[in-house]
């Protein structure tokens, strides 16, 4: 579904990704570890193309194609979808309106009902919302959108307790956890510090991300028992010994 090769990536005078090898399988959710500031948001942002990500060398390819020069516009078609860490008040457009732009077959009062969002139809889009209702405005974008490829930039972060339930919920639909795996064909990857969204999900693999490189990939539950135990350092010592 995914393949990122050898990526560089430069944001203003900083080379933030350096050497990113990355592929995520048809049917396949995966995580991504990694200290603050250690470049998981820059590798999402590239991967959606928002134009100030330069990738300076590698390529990003998905579904078979190279899509390392298109626009984001173009990604999006493509099905790559994104619930982005803290994404802009949309002045002027009612989030009821952005569900039919995104997709104008959505059944609105369904999904708004979904994430128990009803009341939030009629607001701009993000303008005002508190930090929870934020990650649910994306979910509710995204299930408009119902992407191939859905990447999560920390859904889970500050989101009450029975909130992210219906943010697991929204993944697992996104993510087809209601299939089996083999009949999966949409796949995922999820940003998260405490792990707190993967209690509602089920992902099939986690990666460390240190200094701008993926550096250590194996079991969810158990990079994130080794990163709570040792630090993300530790835990790459004692997983992935180089
Ligand atoms: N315009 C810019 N100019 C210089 N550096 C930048 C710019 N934008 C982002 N950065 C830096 O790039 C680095 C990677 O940021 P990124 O948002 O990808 O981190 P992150 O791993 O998602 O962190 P967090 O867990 O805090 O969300 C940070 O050090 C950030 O300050
Ligand atoms: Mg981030």
Known sequence: ?????????????????????LRIGSGETHVLFGPNGTGKTTLLNAIAGIPRYIVESGNIIFKGEDITQMTM????????????????????LKLKDLIKIINPNADTVSIL?????????????????????????EMVQL????????????????????????????????TQKNIRPKQ?????????????????????????????SIVCSGNPSEILDQIKKSGYEGCVACLCPT
């Open 1 to 21: 579904m995914l393949e990122i090769k050898d990526l560089f990536v430069s944001i203003g005078a900083k080379m933030v990704l350096r050497n990113v090898n």
């Open 73 to 92: 516009d173009e990604r999006a078609r493509l099905g790559i979808g994104m619930a982005f860490q803290r994404p802009p008040a949309l002045r002027g």
């Open 113 to 137: 009902n979904k994430m128990d969002f009803q009341q939030f139809g009629d607001r701009e889009v993000n303008r005002g919302f508190s930090g929870g209702e934020v990650k649910r405005s």
């Open 143 to 174: 299930l408009a959108q119902q992407p191939g490829f859905v990447m999560l930039d920390e859904p889970d972060s500050g989101v009450d307790l029975e909130n992210i339930k219906l943010i697991g919920e929204a993944i697992n639909q996104l």
């Open 184 to 212: 999966r064909t949409k796949s995922g990857i999820i940003i998260t510090h405490f792990g707190h969204i993967l209690e509602y999900t089920k992902t099939d693999r986690a990666h460390v991300m240190l200094d701008g």
